[in-house]
């Protein structure tokens, strides 16, 4: 395992679904939740393109030999990437709007390395990222939703939200 990177093809036949936690019918609860005069005029469903690389790597603590597991998510669009304790996947979005990834897979697995080495540098006993090894690459699409809502007081806005997590981003004013 030490020194070689193995890495599982990536297929293009069909990409993996992070699971919806914030269905189609929990939006209009959730927009409420951001502004009660808002009402939704139109909801489009949107799959944004990331690469789920799934590190591991051997450390010895109290005589044993353990095994440590992290994933890691980049945006093959910006190359922004984050690192997630557990990945649940769930069905796609029916009807949505797939933007094409603009960054190739082998840059984003280097960056992922590098933001997993980053994290995990303080567990790491030494600086060998020889021992850290891609285990898994998948092609993951995250479910956002882009709703159109009307406010009373401020007019009609644009807002993008994670279907993972609920957060929500205001496109336009």
């Known amino acids: 395992m030490a020194g070689s990177e193995q890495i599982t093809a990536v ?5 993996a679904w992070l699971d ?23 909801v489009k469903p949107i799959g944004f393109p990331y690469l789920l690389c799934s590190f591991g790597w051997e450390y010895r603590k109290f005589l044993h ?6 994933h890691c998510c980049v945006d093959r669009c910006q190359g922004v990437s984050t690192t997630i304790e557990s990945v649940v996947l769930g069905e796609a979005l029916e009807g949505a709007y797939l933007p094409a990834p603009t960054l190739d897979d082998a840059s984003l697995e280097r960056h992922a390395k590098r933001h997993v080495m980053q994290s995990r540098r303080h567990g790491l006993k030494r600086r ?21 809502a009307h406010h009373p007081q401020y007019g009609d806005h644009s807002l993008l939200l994670d279907g993972v997590t609920g957060g929500h981003l205001f496109l336009n004013h």
């Open 65 to 70: 030999q353990r095994r440590e597991i992290m």
């Open 128 to 148: 060998d990222s020889a021992k850290v090894v891609i285990e898994k690459v998948l092609h993951l699409r995250k479910p956002l939703w882009e709703v159109s």
């Open 20 to 42: 919806a936690r914030l269905p189609l019918e929990g939006l209009a609860e959730r927009v409420q939740q951001i502004d009660r005069g808002f009402s939704i005029q139109d």
């Open 11 to 15: 297929t293009e036949e069909k990409e």
